[in-house]
């Protein structure tokens, strides 16, 4: 940040505050605002752990977006540089400096590996393909000296939540960092979760089960003598549709809404890297049509 200004240190500063986030990269670029008549202006891009942040000069935020809300990133030569997010585009005029142009792309790739552990990457188009390989192998190698615990479950966990507006649940985003990793827990059990901390509303049940999706450490999800909200039943059948890593499920004494396992079934089917191969279901009013497809 030393060619920053102290307004726009400060205004960087403050974002990254409002979201816990921390910075990775920071640089003045010259930005495509009206790419018909290429006009450009100069901007200042803030990259995050979970946030990609564009500021004016002086210090007012101009657009910023969660790194899962990034569409495509295209950069089919060295000094170009395109990104589409759900809300804006960005655009670099060119032509940029190649190292300019690669420090972003190395920086926004590496800070989406490190916090999203296990779901691969946004959509990129970096050409030539050796080009895109040195890319993705710096930003690979920037993520394996990042300390991750429990298949890097809380920072997933973190980043969801600050994407969706809520806050995080401290005791147990602590607890599975610290006592979960200690005693080797692998059991994800949403009963005891929901016992380390006020009553879990189903937004917060949404953010860990979308943590749990892409997770490799937990191999066992239990969820017994918990009454869940119907919607929050749907969080766990999303999880699973994806989940590649838990072989064990106990769904037991929840009063699970009749056409849960049903739709439990279709996501097995759905999910080609499914593991699950043992299933525990007594203690619930199951319909003949939702046995026979978990038969």
């Not at 910075?23 to 290429?38: A, E, G």
């Not at 191999?219 to 549709?241: D, R």
Request: charged residues 25%; contains cysteine.
């Amino acid at each position: 940040m030393e060619d920053l200004n102290l307004s726009e240190r400060k205004a960087l500063a403050a974002a990254l505050q409002q979201h816990n986030d921390e910075d990775s990269f920071v640089s003045k670029i010259l930005v495509l605002v009206d790419p018909k008549k290429k006009k450009a202006e100069e901007r200042i891009l803030l990259i995050g752990k979970h946030r990609m942040y564009i500021f004016k000069p002086g210090g007012k935020i101009d657009v910023q977006a969660h790194l899962l809300e990034i569409l495509e990133v295209n950069s089919s030569a060295e000094t170009a540089l395109y990104i589409k997010t759900k809300a804006f585009v960005v655009q670099l005029a060119e032509p940029a400096a190649p190292i300019l142009v690669e420090n972003i792309l190395i920086n926004l790739l590496a800070s989406f590996l490190a916090s999203f552990q296990g779901k691969g990457t946004f959509p990129m188009n970096i050409l030539p393909a050796d080009r895109s390989e040195k890319i993705k192998g710096q930003a690979n190698e920037m993520n394996t000296q990042v300390e991750s615990y429990c298949g890097g479950f809380v920072t997933f966990y973190q980043s969801v939540c600050d994407q969706m507006k809520i806050p995080i649940c401290q005791d147990i985003a602590w607890d599975i960092e610290h006592l979960y990793v200690l005693n080797d827990v692998q059991v994800f059990d949403m009963f005891e979760l929901s016992m380390r901390t006020d009553k879990l509303a189903n937004n917060d049940w949404k953010a860990l089960l979308q943590a749990l999706e892409y997770n490799d450490w937990f191999t066992t999800l239990k969820l017994q003598y918990l009454k869940l909200e119907k919607e929050a039943y749907g969080y766990v059948v999303n999880c699973i549709a994806k989940n590649s890593a838990v072989q064990k499920m106990i769904i037991k004494d929840v009063g699970a809404p009749r056409d849960f396992f049903e739709k439990l079934a279709v996501a097995f089917e759905a999910n080609p890297n499914l593991a699950v191969n043992a299933l525990e279901f007594s203690g619930n009013d199951m319909e003949d049509k939702g046995a026979i497809a978990l038969a």
